[in-house]
């Protein structure tokens, strides 16, 4: 991805897909976002892989286009399922991709298609705590901040150039439960401004990293625990 650019001099709104696979929640946080007169995208698409996604009514209720492609027929014909993902993409002309959820593995073809293109948010301070339970991995090493990365997907899992981060303490008694309903409103907020930050231009990759025009105050400081 060395030298793959998404700076943008324009300010047309960029269309954006996303795809979920069950209830939505960064989804609607998305949209929510996209409503607001000077958010430089616009929710395209909601495509879901599962009919019975629950995020599916949510974005109709919004106002929002879905389109169901169920990945079950397909079985483990990943080509012949994103070949039918690829041709919805290209119907409502989108431009950019959030996953939201989506639990079907993207085979190496379509995300470098995608390449500088596709975000993905993950429940954890990326590189650490990679995969599946996050939150139980975080716990178990004992760390005394998490919390939640926006970032490019590539083919290797949650591993792409991270876009967004966002940290909250972790509690003595935290359990697994506790500590993803703290981050999952972290997620919220961070995705959308990690969109905006992406769709107007401010985020460019350089190699492995990405360079972002937007910084946090240097003096920003979570520390945790707080000795009093």
Not at 87 to 95: S, T
Not at 107 to 116: D, Y
Not at 203 to 215: F, H, K, L, P, Y
Request: charged content about 25%.
């Amino acid at each position: 991805m060395t030298g793959t650019s998404i700076w943008r001099d324009d300010a047309m709104k960029r269309r954006v897909a996303i795809l979920i696979s069950g209830r939505g929640s960064n989804m609607a946080a998305l949209i929510a976002a996209a409503k607001t007169l000077d958010f430089p995208a616009e929710i395209a698409v909601v495509i879901s892989n599962k009919a019975d996604a629950a995020g599916l009514a949510k974005a109709k209720d919004s106002g929002v286009t879905t389109e169901v492609i169920d990945s079950a027929p397909f079985g483990k014909d990943r080509a012949a399922f994103e070949a039918a993902l690829q041709a919805a993409l290209d119907r409502h002309d989108v431009e950019l991709i959030c996953l939201g959820g989506f639990m079907r593995l993207l085979t190496a073809e379509f995300v470098e298609r995608w390449a500088g293109k596709m975000l993905n948010i993950h429940p954890s301070l990326l590189p650490s705590f990679r995969g599946l339970d996050p939150h139980g991995q975080a716990l178990r090493a004992g760390v005394k901040v998490s919390g939640a990365t926006v970032h490019f997907v590539t083919p290797d899992t949650d591993a792409g150039p991270i876009v967004m981060q966002g940290a909250v303490a972790v509690r003595e008694d935290d359990t697994p439960e506790t500590l993803a309903e703290r981050v999952l409103k972290l997620e919220h907020r961070i995705y959308s401004d990690a969109l905006r930050l992406v769709a107007s231009g401010g985020a460019r990759i350089d190699g492995e990293v990405c360079r972002t025009s937007s910084t946090g105050s240097p003096d920003d400081a979570l520390i945790s625990p707080a000795v009093i």
